[in-house]
Each structure stands twice: as structure tokens, then as C-alpha cells.
């Protein structure tokens, strides 16, 4: 832009130059127009027409320099204008430049900041989700450890009372079978007591009868006084049902 304006401005002050210099000719060319008609004027032996073509040749001289001055000077405010104007163009075209480049860095880096932001708030709400699903992931691993704890005693209860059961009832079947057994012996025991014969005085043999028939009955019958106490032991301890 500035090599454009010097070669204008030199382009005119050539422009203004050769019309100087052809306002320069132009004033010698009428002023040998000039002299030529005064040498005529001479030759015709007239001073005044000599002298009054002289003052007029030197009028439009002087006319035609001052018409020459102001084209260069129209010339020169003419240059100066345009010099003007483009100076002004380019330094609002700079400014413009200036304040785009501005904008667009300002817009840049709010557009960073932006993504930034966009980035953080991303990583932040990845790292709650994943804190998230861990803690899920361990609640429901703990909730599954819980259950198959509590599934688990569960049946080992149910085992237990299941083993409890089996054994209550083994329990009752052999107390049972003790008890049938005692009550057995007990109901032989008494069916080999012996009833008491009474014989006439006259027989012979009857106090031997009577006390081997006492003394066997008496051992029966403590016999089955002992299986007795053993069926009551029995019975008192006999297995309560399983809760």
C-alpha cells in the first residue's frame, strides 16, 4: 500500500513538473512570438506597438504561470487528498485487521476454556459414575454375600433341627423299644409269680412250700420293682419335641 502511495505521489509531482515545464516553453515560445512582433513592430518604426506588445506578451506569461502554479497546486492538494485518504483507508483497514485478530483470539480462548470446562465437567461426572458403579457393585456383592450367608444358616438350622429331629425320634423309638422291653419283663416277671396254695395242716411238706414260695416271689417281685423305677426313669426323661 505504501510503495502505491510513493509511486502516485511521485507520478504527480512528474505530472506537475512537465507542466511547469511546458508552461516554461509555452511562456519562451509566445516570448519569442513576442519579440519577433516587436522586431516587426521596430522594423515598422513603431515604439509604442512594441512596447504595448511587449507588456502583453508579459501579461499572458505571467497569466500563463499563474494558471501553471495553480494546476500544480490543485495537483499537489489533489495528491495529498488521495495520500490522505489511503492512509486513512489503511489504517482503518488495520484497525479492522487489528480488531478481527482480537476477536478471533478472544474467541479462541473462550472456545478453549470452553472444552476445558466441557473436559473437566466430563472427567468429574466419569469419575462420580464410576465411584458410583463401584459402590454398587460392592452394595450388590454384599447383599449377595449377606443372602447366601443367611441361605446358608438357614439350612445349616434346618439341618440341625432336621438332625435334632432324627435323633429325637431315634431317641423316642429306643425309649419306646426299652420301654416295650421293660414292660415285657415286667409282664413275665409277673406271670411267673406263683399264687399261694393253701394246704391242710396235716400236709408234711407245707413250711418248706411256703418259704421258697415267698423268698421266689419276693425276688420277682423286687425284680420287677427294679424294672419299674427304670420304666419311670424313662418316662421322665423322655425326649421333648423339637421346636
Do not use: W
Given at each position: 500500500m505504501?510503495?502505491t502511495?510513493?509511486?502516485?505521489v511521485?507520478l504527480?509531482?512528474l505530472?506537475?513538473?512537465y507542466?511547469g515545464w ?7 515560445a509566445e516570448?519569442?512570438?513576442t519579440?519577433a ?10 515604439i ?5 506588445a511587449?507588456?502583453?506578451a ?6 500563463a504561470?499563474?494558471?501553471a ?9 489533489k ?6 485518504r489511503l492512509?486513512?483507508?489503511e ?11 482480537q476477536a478471533?483470539?478472544?474467541a479462541?480462548?473462550?472456545h478453549?476454556a ?17 465411584e ?9 456383592t ?8 443367611k441361605?446358608q444358616?438357614?439350612?445349616a438350622a ?8 432324627t435323633?429325637?425320634?431315634a ?6 423299644e426299652?420301654?416295650a422291653a421293660?414292660?415285657?419283663?415286667i409282664?413275665?416277671l409277673?406271670?411267673?409269680?406263683e399264687?399261694?396254695?393253701i394246704?391242710?395242716?396235716e400236709y408234711k411238706?407245707?413250711?418248706?412250700y411256703?418259704?421258697t ?7 420277682i417281685?423286687a ?7 427304670q ?12 421346636p
Open positions: 505504501k510503495r502511495i510513493t509511486i502516485v511521485t504527480l509531482l505530472l506537475v513538473g507542466l511546458s508552461s516554461y516553453k509555452s511562456r519562451q516570448t519569442a512570438r519579440l512582433a516587436s522586431r516587426e513592430a521596430a522594423a515598422k518604426g513603431s509604442a506597438e512594441r512596447l504595448a511587449e507588456q502583453k508579459a501579461e499572458q506569461a505571467a497569466e504561470a499563474k494558471k502554479a495553480e494546476q500544480a497546486r490543485l495537483a499537489a492538494e495528491a495529498a487528498a488521495e495520500e490522505k492512509k486513512e483507508t489504517a482503518a483497514a488495520l484497525a479492522e485487521r487489528l480488531a478481527a485478530e478471533a483470539q478472544k479462541a480462548s473462550e478453549a470452553a472444552l476445558a470446562a466441557q473436559k473437566a465437567a466430563a472427567e468429574r461426572e466419569a469419575a462420580r459414575l464410576a458410583q458403579r463401584a459402590r454398587e457393585h460392592a452394595e450388590a454384599r447383599a449377595r454375600q449377606i443372602a447366601m450367608e441361605l444358616a438357614e439350612e434346618q439341618k440341625a433341627a432336621a438332625e435334632r429331629e435323633a429325637r425320634l431317641a423316642i423309638k429306643l425309649q419306646q426299652r420301654e421293660l414292660t415285657e419283663d409282664a413275665a409277673k406271670a411267673e409269680l399264687p399261694r396254695i394246704y391242710s395242716s411238706r407245707r413250711p418248706h411256703d418259704k414260695l415267698e423268698l421266689g416271689n419276693e425276688r417281685l425284680r420287677i420293682a427294679e424294672l419299674n423305677a420304666l419311670e426313669t424313662l418316662q421322665a426323661a423322655r425326649p421333648a419335641a423339637t
